[in-house]
Nanobody, 119 residues
């Protein structure tokens, strides 16, 4: 599975961005992670194949929404009410089954896309 993330950019606090991740093959479970400078990569959100199961980090609940369009082999991360602490490189990742929120649990990764939120 090859993954291509896009959609990052510079936005003011309170603004919105939508990230996209296009997959070349079937991506059963998709996750978004982020890594800020000097910090470990952390789980942001995950979604299963049908879209019926989603999971979010506490820090983004109520502000971020993960969704997918399987006809387009694409997963989205809608990010609203962005905060400066959301600044990071965002990565999409894929695995075969539900249940992991750690980077080591995902064998397939896309390149990162930078999100910068100014105060």
């Amino acid at each position: 599975v090859q993954l291509q993330a896009s959609g990052g950019g510079l936005v003011q606090a309170g603004g919105s961005l939508r990230l996209s991740c296009a997959a070349s093959g079937r991506s059963y479970v998709m996750g978004w992670f982020r890594q800020a400078p000097g910090k470990e990569r952390e789980f942001v959100a995950g979604i299963n194949w049908s879209g019926g199961m989603t999971s979010y980090a506490d820090s983004v609940k109520g502000r971020f929404t993960i969704s997918r369009d399987n006809a387009k082999n694409t997963v989205y991360l809608q990010m609203n009410n962005l905060k400066p602490e959301d600044t990071a490189v965002y990565y999409c990742a894929s695995r075969g089954s539900w249940g992991s929120r750690v980077p080591n649990g995902y064998p397939y990764w896309g390149q990162g896309t930078q999100v910068t939120v100014s105060s």
